[in-house]
């Protein structure tokens, strides 16, 4: 029985985003799962049998877990190194659903508002140019904001973020198979201190970048300037060079946050290292 009904399950999971397949099981199971319900009461019968009945007995499990992948936690894989060092690909993030506010499954319209993300907060979002897919990055403009990218060097409020150089830091590129190094830095903003790669080929973003403008952007030839509109956030990834985010694509807008990245968890070959990632 449970081959039955989790192979069919697994294999949705390719398909569809998990919020929309406990939805559906709640949606359809309930009723079934009621009428058990009173038929039990009754000393009746089960009105199905086998891989049926059992598939309807785990509807109260799908509905708790709707309930928590929505409201309170949930979990994401890290798919690539623009996080690095602080994430790494393969790496489990916990997703905090409550802080930024609650909000409706498939939907993501919030209809309860808590706080709002901080500077140095790690965000998870559904990606502007493509909703179906989520992406992780590190806020460092709010808005109002004024936020400068020139020759590899940050500038908030035409304040430069400062950087202190720290330990090498190797990994293997997922995409060419490569040992990249790298001097890591720690930046601070605001007290909260973090660890990145610098962008060490201080990629052109200046008037002569193929990447399209983006509104409130100014592309120069020193760099990228940005002013951050109303309810968006600047996110930048902490591996500076190799990092799809807002010097390319844009602003991260309040309805399309997913949650903050609270924990990580990252399997290693002796030992599980558990951490938080944002305050």
Known sequence: CAAGVLGPYFLLCTFLEMHTILLACVAIGTPFWLVQRVRAANRLGHLSHGILAFAVELVPVAALLLVIRSFIVEPYVVPSSSMRPTLAVGDYVLVDKITYGLRLPLSNKLFLNVSVPDRSDVLVFRFPLDPSKAYIKRVIGLPGDLVEYKAGNLYVNNTVIRAKEGDRYE???ENSGKVRSSTALTEDMGGT?????PDVQAMELGRGSDFPGIAGCERRVDGLKCLVPNDAFF??????GDSL?????????QSEIIGRALYSVSFGQDRIRFKRISN
Do not use: K, T
Request: glycine content about 8%; cysteine-free; charged content about 20%.
């Open 193 to 197: 201190p973090y660890v990145i790669l």
């Open 235 to 240: 996110v930048l990834g902490d591996n500076r």
């Open 245 to 253: 985010d807002s010097r390319y694509w844009g602003f991260v807008h």
């Open 171 to 173: 990994y293997i590129d």
